[in-house]
């Protein structure tokens, strides 16, 4: 399919256009859309994405267009094909007003899909996010401050329990030998186990499953059955899709089944740290935001400039990723290289270049985050490139109310440690990791007057140093000061609207509408564009007669 292009032309008996420019507020997101399209992502913008030869697409900036929308709508692909059809604001912003002609524009909620798929394949899936953020840098809109969050997604898929798992991953190791080269495989696999045909349907075996006794046989069949179809794979080469399915089956035994000492398999009484709930969606984990809200499915992180409340970054990991994990990824602003156009599809214009230009790189003063970027490494990587830490950081604790760690005098410079009786001990530290330490108080706490409010351990009490002890002090320091306290206070909360505005839809916010945590973080990207485009229309952000960006 070769690169389709929207009609520059307009119309004079084009009513519908003349109706909304009108009553369309040029302050909305359709009217910025209608002024600005095809300078933001203009058809040849896109045109690494399709061949010099086929039938002419649908112009992909109108296409893009619909997409932002249907992001900021909250619709699914039908119904935002629907409201581009029959909606005279959505054909007002895509630049597509009068239906006369028979209407060579419109097209099916495939043609959104088909999209999605050539952005994932390109080398810059998140185009239009990277373009809009670009734009509102150029406005004066990003400021050298941001402000870090995450917020759940929730899968679009069932939790599986064990039995669930380990049946549906050997169904798909035999579907997966099934239409491999060698046809002997798959009966192999299905000789190999005890009752291969048990595994023809998706449904849970019909056992009495109030019975404890036949609920472990079950395991241990299906266990018995699992490991003979590993032991025919194994020391064998096989196309990668077989081999990711015996990994598959073989993180799921791992991860879920123990053996007894008297030779049968059962469910481990432990969960897993990354394990596997789903066969239909293998990325997706178990998450919790706090203590008392847990969940299945991914995080969305982002940034955002704290003054415009434009959205700087975002990625999505599984579940169980810390916030602090992508902390360095959400503020490396540098562009990436585009792809080199090939040879034989046409080259983009001036103003696709300029629309697509990222030379700058944005770079922050200080960062905002609660207590889940307040570690050690953050600390560091914000200290080593001269940002200031904004990031709380916890206290330390310790058990049946013990002095904490803090009560202690920790003196980095000397390797010694004071504790609240005034014993000072020195820090041994290993040879292999020399950046940790430990001081051990020993003997001394026998008689120390302290001793019931310090420890109860035999060998006194011991005080761990970490690799990044000074960093830690010195933030738990300085968040103590009350003019600290003030500037977190009016600072960092923006983030939380901001997700809030992000979670609210029912296609795309909370509730992942895709599934993989590639597909998961292009969608994401596509809702934090949307969300920026409107926030720059209700900032009055247009071009000026140089062509510059500005607002008003």
Same mark, same amino acid.
């Given at each position: 399919?070769?690169?389709?292009?929207?009609?520059?032309?307009?119309?004079?008996?084009?009513?519908?256009?003349?109706?909304?420019?009108?009553?369309?507020?040029?302050?909305?997101?359709?009217?910025?859309?209608?002024?600005?399209?095809?300078?933001?992502?203009?058809?040849?913008?896109?045109?690494?994405?399709? #061949?010099?030869?086929?039938?002419?697409?649908?112009?992909?900036?109108?296409?893009?267009?619909?997409?932002?929308?249907?992001?900021?709508?909250?619709?699914?692909?039908?119904? $935002?094909?629907?409201?581009? /059809?029959?909606?005279?604001?959505?054909?007002?912003?895509?630049?597509?007003?009068?239906?006369?002609?028979?209407?060579?524009?419109?097209?099916?909620?495939?043609?959104?899909?088909?999209?999605?798929?050539?952005?994932?394949?390109?080398?810059?899936?998140?185009?239009?996010?990277?373009?809009?953020?670009?734009?509102?840098?150029?406005?004066?809109?990003?400021?050298?401050? #941001?402000?870090?969050?995450?917020?759940?997604?929730?899968?679009?898929?069932?939790?599986?329990? /064990?039995?669930?798992?380990?049946?549906?991953?050997?169904?798909?190791?035999?579907?997966?030998?099934?239409?491999?080269?060698?046809?002997?495989?798959?009966?192999?696999?299905?000789?190999?186990?005890?009752?291969?045909?048990?595994?023809?349907?998706?449904?849970?075996?019909?056992?009495?499953?109030?019975?404890?006794?036949?609920?472990?046989?079950?395991?241990?069949?299906?266990?018995?059955?699992?490991?003979?179809?590993?032991?025919?794979?194994?020391?064998?080469?096989?196309?990668?899709?077989?081999?990711?399915?015996?990994?598959?089956?073989?993180?799921?035994?791992?991860?879920?089944?123990?053996?007894?000492?008297?030779?049968?398999?059962?469910?481990?009484?432990?969960?897993?740290?990354?394990?596997?709930?789903? /066969?239909?969606?293998?990325?997706?984990?178990?998450?919790?935001?706090?203590?008392?809200?847990?969940?299945?499915?991914?995080?969305?992180?982002?940034?955002?400039?704290?003054?415009?409340?434009?959205?700087?970054?975002?990625?999505?990991?599984?579940?169980? $990723?810390?916030?602090?994990?992508? $902390?360095?990824?959400?503020?490396?602003?540098?562009?990436?290289?585009?792809?080199?156009?090939?040879?034989?599809?046409p080259a983009p214009v001036p103003g696709a270049a300029e629309a697509g230009s990222t030379t700058s790189t944005i770079s922050a003063t200080a960062v905002f985050g609660d207590s889940s970027y307040g570690t050690g490494p953050v600390l560091d990587m914000l200290g080593k490139a001269g940002v200031e830490a904004m990031t709380r950081v916890q206290p330390p604790h310790a058990r049946n109310g013990f002095f904490t760690k803090d009560a202690f005098v920790i003196e980095l410079d000397t390797d010694t440690v004071i504790c609240p009786d005034g014993v000072t001990v020195a820090v041994t530290?290993?040879?292999?990791?020399?950046?940790?330490?430990?001081?051990?108080?020993?003997?001394?706490?026998?008689?120390?007057?302290?001793?019931?409010?310090?420890?109860?351990?035999?060998?006194? #009490?011991?005080?761990?140093?970490?690799?990044?002890?000074?960093?830690?002090?010195?933030?738990?320091?300085?968040?103590?000061?009350?003019?600290?306290?003030?500037?977190?206070? $009016?600072?960092?909360?923006?983030?939380? #609207?901001?997700?809030?505005?992000?979670?609210?839809?029912?296609?795309?916010?909370?509730?992942?509408?895709?599934?993989?945590?590639?597909?998961?973080?292009?969608?994401?990207?596509?809702?934090?564009?949307?969300?920026?485009?409107?926030?720059?229309?209700?900032?009055?952000?247009?071009?000026?007669?140089?062509?510059?960006?500005?607002?008003?």
């Amino acid at each position: 399919m070769s690169l389709g292009t929207a009609t520059a032309e307009g119309d004079l008996f084009d009513v519908l256009t003349t109706f909304c420019d009108g009553h369309v507020s040029p302050d909305s997101i359709f009217g910025l859309l209608h002024r600005e399209k095809d300078t933001l992502f203009p058809d040849e913008f896109f045109a690494d994405l399709y #061949r010099a030869k086929g039938r002419p697409s649908v112009p992909p900036s109108i296409v893009a267009t619909v997409m932002v929308l249907q992001k900021l709508m909250g619709l699914s692909d039908r119904e $935002a094909v629907e409201h581009y /059809t029959y909606d005279v604001r959505w054909r007002y912003a895509a630049g597509v007003g009068s239906y006369e002609g028979g209407d060579p524009d419109r097209f099916v909620h495939s043609v959104l899909v088909g999209m999605r798929a050539r952005l994932r394949e390109s080398s810059r899936p998140n185009r239009v996010f990277e373009v809009v953020r670009d734009v509102a840098g150029q406005a004066g809109l990003i400021g050298e401050k #941001r402000v870090l969050d995450s917020t759940p997604l929730y899968d679009a898929v069932a939790t599986m329990d /064990t039995v669930t798992l380990i049946r549906s991953t050997l169904r798909g190791l035999f579907l997966a030998t099934a239409e491999g080269p060698d046809m002997t495989l798959e009966p192999a696999l299905r000789g190999a186990c005890t009752s291969g045909d048990a595994y023809a349907s998706n449904a849970k075996p019909q056992i009495d499953w109030e019975d404890s006794g036949a609920r472990m046989d079950l395991i241990d069949q299906l266990a018995r059955d699992a490991r003979a179809c590993l032991l025919v794979l194994d020391g064998k080469e096989y196309p990668p899709r077989v081999q990711e399915a015996g990994k598959l089956l073989a993180a799921v035994m791992g991860q879920d089944l123990e053996e007894n000492q008297d030779g049968k398999f059962r469910i481990a009484r432990r969960v897993a740290r990354d394990r596997i709930i789903s /066969t239909v969606d293998k990325d997706t984990r178990h998450g919790h935001k706090t203590t008392a809200h847990r969940f299945d499915g991914y995080k969305g992180h982002v940034a955002i400039d704290p003054d415009s409340e434009i959205i700087t970054a975002t990625t999505v990991t599984a579940g169980n $990723a810390g916030d602090a994990s992508v $902390a360095g990824q959400l503020l490396d602003e540098r562009p990436k290289e585009p792809e080199a156009t090939p040879p034989d599809t046409p080259a983009p214009v001036p103003g696709a270049a300029e629309a697509g230009s990222t030379t700058s790189t944005i770079s922050a003063t200080a960062v905002f985050g609660d207590s889940s970027y307040g570690t050690g490494p953050v600390l560091d990587m914000l200290g080593k490139a001269g940002v200031e830490a904004m990031t709380r950081v916890q206290p330390p604790h310790a058990r049946n109310g013990f002095f904490t760690k803090d009560a202690f005098v920790i003196e980095l410079d000397t390797d010694t440690v004071i504790c609240p009786d005034g014993v000072t001990v020195a820090v041994t530290r290993g040879e292999k990791h020399p950046e940790l330490g430990v001081a051990r108080f020993g003997a001394v706490c026998r008689g120390c007057p302290l001793r019931q409010w310090c420890t109860t351990s035999r060998e006194g #009490r011991s005080i761990q140093i970490g690799a990044h002890e000074r960093q830690l002090a010195q933030a738990r320091e300085a968040q103590q000061d009350p003019a600290w306290k003030e500037r977190y206070r $009016a600072t960092r909360p923006k983030v939380e #609207r901001k997700l809030g505005h992000l979670m609210r839809r029912q296609h795309g916010g909370r509730r992942a509408r895709v599934r993989g945590q590639q597909r998961v973080e292009q969608d994401f990207a596509w809702l934090a564009a949307a969300f920026n485009l409107a926030r720059l229309a209700t900032l009055r952000v247009g071009r000026t007669e140089q062509g510059l960006w500005s607002y008003s």
